[in-house]
């Protein structure tokens, strides 16, 4: 199946934009911009605009837009590396990996920063709107991106709904005072999702906000620290089978896991250092339930690594399917490459030096 890319802003409503992947013979048509002066952010729509319905991508693009054919990749490629067990293992160890982003689509993109900075005490870190592409985003966080865990924003022109589906759960916030942040969103007309009060299994006070489109944020009530963005929880069918992939794939740690018959959920935190200090990946199994809707809001998390041609073949090496092939992203030559785990969850691994330089 072929990807075209058209540049003009969107003129129609988006399930026509993204015509189901099981349609024989359809083309996904997406929305994206390749120009040397743009940062990083727009790899996200250039890859996940594309795969809102996990489809595979086999093929990439050239900087003017063209279909480069899946075998062409592969002529492209800077580096051809074939990793065993052994080796793969020693890379993944050594290698620098960080969680850097997660990115998804909103309706209103100056309403959601709004809340975030009025409410939840973000920080917009930078913003840009490109008219001629049809797309504004905006990053936002509690400190700069060199160190610090932000959301991207995306608001495509013309699209003011997204379907959050059944598979995201939502972001998790430590606060020093949940009370007191839960009644500044009252008096913002946010809606609370559940009073503030103490968590079942005997932890700190918690409280569940919604924003303006209907994400879930978590207010876990904790004392400073240098990282507030805590988690992203996100729903699987399998958890032994997705903690088993992200400690060998991605090469995160099993922090701590937990089952809560009251809730008929068991979770697993998974990340790449003490979830006091860093953001972490919250894994929720529902007992029975082996899928979810993941709607179209959601879009992925980027992830800094040293190599994006070793980290591909590690992901292969332990059943992971690669929906971006490694290599420069056209136009800013950041070097990216896009997998999906599992349950269909992707996951953007970008290069760590690319990634500084973009931000200077």
Avoid at 17 to 36: D, E, M
Avoid at 66 to 93: C, F, H, P, R, Y
Avoid at 342 to 354: E, I, L, Q, S
Wanted: hydrophobic content about 35%; glycine content about 10%; aromatic content about 10%.
């Amino acid at each position: 199946m072929a990807l075209q890319i058209f540049s003009p802003k969107i003129q129609q409503p988006l399930k026509s934009i993204f015509p189901s992947p099981t349609t024989n013979g359809c083309s996904i048509i997406v929305p994206c911009a390749y120009n040397s002066s743009r940062r990083l952010a727009l790899f996200q729509l250039a890859i996940t605009q594309s795969q809102l319905f996990n489809g595979k991508a086999p093929e990439s693009l050239s900087a003017e837009g063209k279909v480069i054919e899946s075998g062409m990749v592969a002529e492209l490629a800077q580096s051809n590396i074939a990793l065993n067990d052994e080796t793969a293992s020693e890379w993944i160890k050594k290698d620098k990996r960080r969680m850097l982003h997660v990115v998804y689509r909103v309706g209103n993109l100056d309403k959601t920063i709004k809340f975030y900075r009025e409410c939840l005490g973000m920080k917009l870190l930078r913003q840009r709107d490109i008219p001629e592409e049809g797309y504004s985003n905006a990053f936002l966080g509690y400190g700069p991106e060199e160190s610090n865990f932000s959301v991207e924003l995306t608001y495509n022109y013309g699209v003011d709904k997204y379907d959050i589906g059944t598979g995201f759960g939502h972001f998790g916030i430590a606060v020093e005072d949940v009370a007191k942040m839960v009644d500044v969103v009252k008096a913002k007309g946010g809606k609370i999702v559940q009073e503030p009060g103490p968590a079942k299994d005997g932890g700190p006070i918690v409280s569940l906000v919604e924003d303006p489109d209907g994400y879930n944020f978590e207010l876990l009530e904790r004392g400073p620290t240098l990282e507030p963005f805590r988690q992203v929880m996100l729903r699987v069918g399998d958890l032994d089978q997705s903690i088993n992939f992200y400690k060998k794939a991605f090469g995160m740690e099993l922090l701590r896991k937990r089952d809560n018959p009251d809730n008929k959920n068991t979770i697993a935190i998974m990340g790449y250092g003490p979830e006091d200090k860093n953001t972490v990946l919250e894994l929720t199994y529902m007992y029975g339930v082996k899928s979810y809707d993941k709607g179209n809001g959601y879009a992925q998390i980027a992830v800094g690594t040293d190599d994006v041609y070793k980290t591909a073949e590690a992901i292969k090496l332990y059943g992971g399917e690669i929906v971006l092939e490694p290599g420069p992203l056209p136009g800013i030559n950041t070097k990216i490459m896009a997998c999906i785990d599992p349950d269909g969850w992707k996951t953007v691994f970008v290069d760590n030096a690319d990634f500084m330089k973009e931000l200077e």
